[in-house]
């Protein structure tokens, strides 16, 4: 399977590979980038290689797509958003999302994450799309409730990062709302 390149007005969605390692280490080696994302900041580059090589095979065993958001206008790798615990079988995965904070109130995480969900439900033929967002993500939690996702509730004490456990909400997203939703 080819590596889906995905277009919108301003970006380019694009397969990560260790010639963006830099701009991946910077961007998740950052505090403020990290304190939601369920991991702790990036303290080596070669946590980075890692991570990219982790994106590589999940692409390659069908279990889940990252894709590396670049700006059109000057080729700089801004963030990344993907698909994590893609099963094709059941027809569900889980959409995650980060951003380099000059990036940051500008709409792109928008424009990217429309580019997916319809990618996710028309050429995956995927049924559900989840995320897991931190209780004091608001930013997230209202970007994912304006794409119409539903808040199924509260999992206590889900992730572990910086040495201490975090509730985190389960939201998702069926196909048949995304669709109705794409109509209006």
Do not use: C
């Amino acid at each position: 399977m080819t590596f889906p390149i995905l277009d919108t007005k301003r970006l380019k969605l694009i397969e990560i590979t260790h010639y963006h390692l830099d701009s991946i280490f910077t961007i998740l080696s950052m505090e403020e980038v990290t304190k939601y994302y369920g991991t702790d900041p990036l303290t080596l580059p070669a946590e980075a290689t890692k991570l990219i090589d982790m994106y590589h095979k999940n692409f390659i065993d069908k279990r889940g797509i990252r894709w590396g958001i670049k700006l059109k206008e000057n080729q700089q790798i801004i963030g990344t958003i993907g698909l994590n615990g893609l099963q094709l079988k059941n027809k569900r995965a889980e959409v995650g999302y980060e951003l380099h904070p000059a990036y940051w109130r500008q709409g792109y995480t928008t424009e990217a994450l429309k580019e997916v969900l319809s990618f996710s439900f028309r050429q995956l033929g995927l049924h559900r799309v989840g995320a897991f967002v931190y209780p004091d993500n608001i930013i997230s939690l209202n970007l994912l409730q304006k794409f119409g996702f539903t808040n199924e509730g509260l999992l206590r004490g889900y992730m572990y990062q910086n040495n201490q456990f975090h509730d985190t909400y389960v939201l998702s997203l069926l196909k048949d709302e995304w669709e109705n939703s794409q109509e209006g």
